[in-house]
């Protein structure tokens, strides 16, 4: 008997019902079959953990860092009517208030104080403080994937939904979004001003596709929208003061779904996630120190009638989610090579994070934060990545130890039983990187799908960090 060919399942795969990040992605929440979980987006932590019975979770949002969530339920079994959102305060761990409909939920958004729902056909806005109030309703194009974005900065006003026609932006300007509550002793900086009003009425509508809209994102100044259509080609990045096209980034040139982009906190960069597998990184302005690639034949665009394609602007950066497999061999061997294709793919979100160095100039000030970018699977994988630079694709330094990692306290109210840091892998990523790969990322890159071609020649990012979040942690 042979028993190198036999394989096993060492757990269940881990099924992550829905993952998101908290506006300013300091933390993150998670929903499985279990119930819902809260988590430092880094350093990696597990912050607080529910356990729901009687069903299962949808939609899990987090209101900033307080300890309002909303609640949607959802699956073969929901715990809650998904006609409802729930308002769970996770300080008392109990529902507060709930919203009913007369049709399913099919999106959130919040920010201080209000809270968007999306259904089928409008959006219904509430405001919510010591009691929830309903401000208003708009109409929207059929909205089956529950698309809206909401601006969550201090002052900000902008929400976006789609437009009554199909491709077609509407912009609502709410009021003003509150600053936060000062915790602590007053600070000595002067309060923030809003912004002087324009000098005439902005856009309400901006015709952005001719097909129908896949995804929708603001940063949280809502200076900007990028919409993105189901052909998944092109990001689109509009001006929402004006409702003029800022740029237009090619993803590809076959089509895929894209999952979503998230802006750089400073606005000077996006990113964006497909169903491809794959996490672009496009550049927005000159000041972010990258550019963005463009075809050879881009110059001659301005002589010569090409298509457009050629004048298209394509990421300086990706990042490959790495497909995994849940079994092993009774042998100790794995069943496929890591480099192996693989038809599965990976669903994820990715963040933007400011990550604290640890170096600093002569006068022993601390240097600027670095952004990194923060990948969360739908199978617990949790994923650091830092963009190229010219040095860094030459090597990559040996990461810290999980020891080493520091912990600082956790910003949430009632934070609850915390556990330990989350095992670290990153000594298996380190032993088994491939030859000549920028990521040493621990499992093959997929395959390209389609005509990618133009994203090869593209740098990576680097892999600084990898771990599991789930069952690895106590919880799943």
Known sequence: MNLARHSISATDPVLIFDARFDPESRIFTTSTKAGFAVYRTWPLQLLRKREIVGGTLSIVVPLHTSSLLFLVGGGRSPRYPPN???????????????????????????????????????????????????????????????????????????????????????????????????????????????????AKPPPTIIIAHESALNTLSVPPSGRMLATTSSRGTLIRIWDTSTGKLIRELRRGSDKAEIYGVAFRPDEREVCVWSDKGTVHVFALTAGSGAANRQSTLSSLTSYVPLPKYFDSEWSYA?????????HISISGQPTRSPTA???????????????????????????????????????????????????????????????????????????????????????????????????????????????????KSGRECILREYRRFGRWDGWG
Not at 421 to 447: C, N
């Open 84 to 198: 409802k959102v729930i308002l769970w305060d996770d300080a008392i761990a109990q529902e507060v208030a709930e919203l009913e409909f007369r049709e399913k939920v099919r999106g959130l958004a919040c920010r201080r104080g209000w809270l968007a729902v999306a259904l089928r056909r409008r959006v219904v806005v509430f405001q919510v403080g010591e009691t929830v109030e309903r401000l208003g309703e708009w109409d929207t194009c059929d909205n089956a994937r529950g698309l809206l974005a909401l601006a969550t900065a201090t002052h900000s006003t902008l929400l976006a939904i789609p437009g009554r026609q199909m491709g077609h932006i509407q912009l609502v300007h709410l009021p003003p979004c509150p600053p936060p509550q000062p915790i602590g002793p007053p600070s000595s900086a002067p309060p923030s001003r809003p912004p002087p009003n324009p």
């Open 341 to 455: 294709d693989v038809v599965d793919e990976e669903k994820c979100v990715v963040g933007w994070i400011q990550v604290s160095p640890e170096d600093h100039d002569e006068r022993g000030r601390a240097l600027p934060g670095e952004h990194q970018l923060v990948a969360l699977t739908y199978t617990g994988g949790w994923y650091r990545l830092s963009l190229p630079t010219s040095s860094s694709s030459s090597a990559v330094p040996p990461p810290h130890p999980p020891s080493q990692v520091p912990q600082p306290a956790p910003s949430l109210r009632d934070p609850g039983p915390l556990s330990t840091s989350p095992p670290s892998v990153k000594t298996i990523s380190m032993a088994m990187a491939r030859p000549r790969s920028y990521s040493g990322s621990s499992f093959g890159s997929r395959p390209d799908k389609g005509k990618e071609r133009e994203e």
């Open 318 to 326: 990706q990042y490959r989610i790495p497909s995994q497999t849940s």
